[in-house]
């Protein structure tokens, strides 16, 4: 069965340094793929989405993640925080009738 | 252009009563899914409608129910409503074929 899971159930980084959100997927064929943002009491925002091509994809917000098929990961990434990154973030594939979640990361942002 | 409407945006509701949530996408989108939002279960797909019809159904009770309307906005309805419905649901809207979702803001919804 597809599903998606995010190792990391908190992060904390500091304002200004690199981030890396690890997502780790099972799929039999070539996945489609999508990174989301939530903010607290808010619906999801889609930051980027991968369905082939270019293994590096680039999204809002200055975010990118890469897909490896070989690690079956596509982990998020951004060079410098903002403290307005804080948020949950939810990577997903598209199962063959829905949109399978992980379960989140929570990003705390210290200044 | 407007995003994904859903009201109302809270519910308090008593346990065996019924509720029914709206959900107007973006112009255009004739593709709306629904999820349930909770702490400990996270991100359950509810259902999806395309063009008035039921195209996938998650593993919810029969309780929960859904339509769509001519103009794509869709309603979900939930009955005997029990504690453990008690969660955000969260409308997302698509086009055919673009699997990038916009969600709405959501419904807080509150048994008690």
């Known amino acids: 069965a597809q599903s998606v899971t995010q190792p990391d159930i908190h992060i904390t980084v500091s304002e200004g340094a690199s981030l890396e959100l690890r997502c780790n997927y099972s799929?039999?064929?070539?996945?489609?793929l999508f990174w989301y943002v939530q903010s607290p009491g808010q619906g999801l925002q889609l930051l980027l989405k991968?369905?082939?091509?270019?293994?590096l994809v680039q999204g809002i917000k200055g975010f990118e993640a890469e897909f490896k098929r070989s690690q079956s990961s596509f982990n998020l990434r951004k060079p410098s925080v903002h403290w307005s990154d804080a948020a949950e973030y939810f990577c997903?594939?598209?199962?063959?009738?829905?949109?399978?979640f992980g379960a989140g990361t929570r990003l705390t942002v210290k200044p | 252009k407007a995003g994904v409407t859903q009201t109302p945006r809270y519910l308090i509701k008593t346990r065996g009563q019924q509720v029914t949530l709206s959900c107007s996408p973006i112009?255009?989108?004739?593709?709306v899914s629904w999820y349930q939002q909770t702490p400990g279960q996270g991100l359950q797909f509810l259902f999806e409608?395309?063009?008035?019809?039921?195209?996938n159904k998650g593993n919810f009770p029969g309780r929960f129910s859904g339509r769509q309307f001519s103009n794509s906005r869709s309603e979900m309805n939930v009955s005997t409503l029990e504690l453990g419905d008690s969660a955000l649901y969260l409308c997302a809207s698509s086009l055919e074929g673009d699997y990038g979702y916009t969600f709405g803001s959501g419904t807080r919804l509150t048994v008690v």
């Open positions: 409608y395309f063009s008035e019809t039921q195209r």
């Open positions: 991968y369905f082939s091509g270019d293994t």
């Open positions: 112009s255009g989108h004739r593709s």
């Open positions: 997903a594939v598209l199962g063959w009738n829905d949109m399978r």
């Open positions: 799929y039999g064929a070539t996945p489609y």
